[in-house]
């Protein structure tokens, strides 16, 4: 099976951990990594912005993505939310089988 890595950012913990508890519950993660806020700087209609904002790490499958990516589009409050997926093309072997192992329930 093979493992990925979804990138998102949200604009609060709350909002954060809610996916992220989502996520583990319907197996379709492993593990979601809420990190430090940072500041994002970018352009939205024409304007310079800047936002604090939670980074967010999902290790799950590539089978799981669209689903994936529908949680974070329902449960996120942006009208644009980040969303990147990138192939882990290597690693511990039993730490990506135990991606695999704790994702096998939404097959």
Known sequence: MESVLIISNFPDHESADALAKALIDQHLAACVNLLSPCTSVYRW???IESAA???VLIKTRRQHYDRVEQLIK???PYELP???MVPILGGLPA???WITD???LSD
Do not use: F, N
């Open 102 to 104: 704790e994702t096998h």
């Open 45 to 47: 209609q024409d304007t």
């Open 82 to 84: 980040e969303v990147i």
């Open 53 to 55: 904002e939670i980074p």
């Open 95 to 97: 730490y990506l089988q």
């Open 74 to 76: 329902l449960m996120h």
